[in-house]
């Protein structure tokens, strides 16, 4: 009787009481995030609306298949959450220009992530051994673009194109050259590290000449293209896939989108193929951040971001720092640092004491191993959701520049800390969990 007791009463203690440690940890996340200035290109911070949202009690309900096609009962509810999810997706992703509107035919936002958005894209028409085109790891690419330690490079055969080595740029002629000669099944396009505009038109001709289907992947620019800043692939890829946290800035997740003839197709290899039951709280928080996608303030945030990371770039360029491509159409940059006597690890170390999180990346035709590189990726989704603008984003500019010319200097790097330091004060993430572990835990 006594146990019975206790253990009901422990579902109904907070977090802090039951488990301190993990408590302890998730502060500790919280005071990291508003201490360090996040220069990370794929990271963010979610709004309340979504992080209630994710931890709801829908992570409760088991929904294996789809709205109004359920394995379980009681669906009623979820059913609603996802089928809002899908909805906006389509809003929000519907191409509409002066002169055409292009229907988003069918969403899927069950897939965990953006890797298995990839996974199920792939398998849902393809056969293990298949020929995949994508972009190449080292040139910006995803590990799922058919890297051979990625399921990608696993189960197909791969083919790689790459930027040119003078320009930076995409070689549209050379990949044409390589899909003429590989006769790939599906060409995939987007990159984690590629700062330029991609040529939707080009790849969906390539693809056409050689008989392949084609994939857009814009895990990392879908904010973006939300917000009609980057063209929309919507008129040209056979799928879309993407993850839903990075400039969209919605829950960690992915979404894949395709024509009708590919529907079931996709929906089957999520649901039964590769995953099981689907993560409806996650998806609630999907269709949350899909509703904010859809405002003014967030298209302004897009635009915000890629104004910042032009800030960031120019300022960087005019201290003398080499960018890949010689500059960004978008929200990241490249940074070579082979003229500043300073690998690309090193730089990662220096600027994580100083408050400043990025992370080194290998430059294409890096002669450096991935642990080490001749690159840093800097990227603004974060700082710009924090508030940051052009005054900031210059000083942020210094900030590093002054941290990678005289690292050992302690006094210097005292002064950087305390300029990080200061920038946090005055720009706090805001972040639901800070006035949760106040107020509520
Ligand atoms: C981040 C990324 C992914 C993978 O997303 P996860 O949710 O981390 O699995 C896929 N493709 C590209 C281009 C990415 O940048």
Not at 191 to 214: C, K, M, N, P, W
Request: with cysteine; charged share 20%.
């Amino acid at each position: 009787m006594q146990k019975l007791k206790s253990s009901l009463n422990t579902r109904n203690m907070s977090l802090k009481e039951t488990d301190p440690q993990i408590f302890d940890a998730i502060e500790g996340e919280i005071r990291r995030e508003q201490d360090k200035i996040v220069l990370i290109a794929s990271e963010n911070y979610v709004s309340k609306a979504v992080l209630e949202a994710q931890g709801s009690v829908l992570t409760n309900k088991y929904a294996e298949g789809y709205p109004g096609h359920r394995y379980y009962g009681g669906c009623e509810f979820v059913d609603i959450v996802e089928s809002l999810a899908i909805q906006r997706a389509k809003d929000l992703f519907e191409l509409r220009s002066a002169n055409e509107t292009v229907a988003v035919d069918h969403v899927n936002v069950q897939v965990h992530s953006g890797s298995q958005a990839n996974m199920a894209a792939y398998l849902s028409i393809l056969k293990p051994g298949d020929r995949i085109l994508g972009m190449n790891l080292n040139h910006g690419g995803h590990l799922t673009h058919g890297s051979k330690v990625n399921f990608s490079g696993l189960l197909f055969e791969n083919g790689y194109y790459g930027v040119d080595p003078d320009t930076g740029h995409i070689d549209y002629d050379k990949l044409r050259a390589i899909a003429i000669g590989f006769r790939p099944k599906m060409i995939v396009a987007g990159a984690s590290a590629y700062s330029r505009t991609l040529d939707f038109q080009r790849f969906h001709d390539i693809a056409q000449e050689v008989g392949a289907y084609l994939l857009v992947d814009i895990a990392h620019i879908a904010g973006l293209i939300a917000a009609g800043i980057h063209p929309s692939p919507i008129a040209y890829a056979d799928f879309v896939t993407s993850s839903t946290h990075k400039t969209l800035r919605g829950p960690r997740g992915g979404m894949v989108m395709c024509k009708g003839a590919y529907a079931k197709a996709v929906d089957k290899m999520v649901f039964p193929g590769i995953q099981g039951g689907p993560l409806m709280h996650i998806i609630a928080a999907k269709a949350v951040a899909f509703k904010e996608a859809l405002t003014d303030d967030f298209r302004q945030y897009q635009h915000n971001i890629v104004n910042n990371a032009k800030t960031l770039c120019n300022a960087l360029i005019a201290r003398g720092y080499r960018i890949i491509s010689g500059g960004t159409d978008n929200h990241l940059m490249l940074v070579d640092l082979r003229n500043k006597a300073i690998t690309g690890k090193e730089a990662d170390d220096v600027l994580y004491k100083v408050g400043i999180t990025v992370n080194k990346n290998t430059i294409p035709y890096d002669d450096k191993p991935p642990t080490i590189t001749s690159g840093i990726r800097l990227g603004t989704p974060a700082v710009t959701t924090r508030g940051f603008s052009e005054p900031e984003m210059l000083e942020v500019a210094d900030i590093i520049d002054n941290c990678l010319t005289t690292p050992s200097d302690e006094h210097n790097m005292e002064i950087q800390r305390q300029r990080v330091r200061a920038l946090c004060e005055r720009f706090p993430i805001q972040q639901p969990g800070a006035t949760w572990s106040e107020k509520e835990l």
